[in-house]
């Protein structure tokens, strides 16, 4: 197992890593959730110097990472409840704004990917899939956090959903179940691995519909306004407003 840990430190503390997030969530949604009064920017600090330490990588300067974190917190409340209201509009199941936030796995994983996504844009490693997969685990979502995606963004029941590292998803987008939003066979380099950090998934336009199960794969594009239906194995590019039925 040695021969896996390139650092000195204990990795991060995933229950720490969970009460963290679940803090960041009670402040996002004022009331609805139990505040525990934690001590974020130490917490922060301190898990992402475990981070860097634990994969062996250069300490920078924990302290700004943390300032510019802080700083993200209110446009993330702007942005979740974006999603939330994207998700009470989408679903004519759906009571009300509490139902949606308290309820749908959706919510639970786009907050995580959300938080993680900073994280990982102000270079901190692991700690950001850490956070993912707490979702993954909870909801059947797997959203990496890598992928960029827009306001108002919802996905319908949720589970397997695939979304990769190099996925562009626009503003008002809709996916439900099942929907993967992959890659294709890996380029390999002149040794046989996997070429890594190539973009080699889809690029979702605005206001996009993407129906259960279907499957997208490769650095194609999806253009504004299009539908793209049930079972659906696609792997070129679609024009704006079309729509792709499986055969």
């Known amino acids: 197992m040695n021969k896996f840990f390139k650092g000195t430190a204990t990795p991060p503390s995933l229950p720490v ?15 609805l959730f139990e505040r525990k009064s934690l001590d974020l920017k130490y917490i922060l600090t301190q898990q992402i110097t475990a981070a860097f330490q634990c994969v062996g990588k250069e300490l920078p300067c924990v302290k700004d990472i943390v300032r510019e974190f802080k700083h993200f917190v209110p446009e993330l409340h702007t942005m979740m409840e974006k999603d939330v ?3 009470y509009e989408g679903d004519p ?29 102000l270079g901190v490693p692991l700690l950001p899939r850490m956070i993912t997969e707490l979702a993954h685990s909870e909801t059947g979502i797997d959203i990496h956090p890598g992928a960029t995606i827009g306001n108002s963004f919802t996905i319908d029941h949720g589970t397997g959903v695939v ?14 179940q099942g929907v993967t939003l992959g890659a294709k066979s890996f380029p390999l380099d002149e040794n046989g691995n996997p070429i890594k950090g190539i973009p080699r998934h889809p690029i979702i ?3 996009v519909v993407i129906y259960s199960n279907a499957t997208i794969l490769g650095r194609i594009s999806i253009g504004n306004n299009a539908v793209v239906g049930a079972n659906v194995w696609l792997t070129h590019d679609v024009p704006d407003g079309a729509t792709i039925l499986k055969d």
């Open 17 to 31: 890593i969970t009460s963290f997030v679940n803090e960041i969530r009670a402040i996002v949604f004022p009331g």
């Open 85 to 87: 209201i994207a998700t």
């Open 93 to 121: 199941a759906a009571q009300d704004f509490f139902e949606v936030i308290c309820c749908y796995p959706a919510i639970k994983a786009i907050i995580n990917y959300r938080i993680a996504h900073k994280l990982y844009q």
């Open 163 to 176: 979304i990769g590292e190099t996925c562009i998803v626009g503003n008002h987008v809709k996916l439900y």
């Open 205 to 207: 336009g605005d206001k």
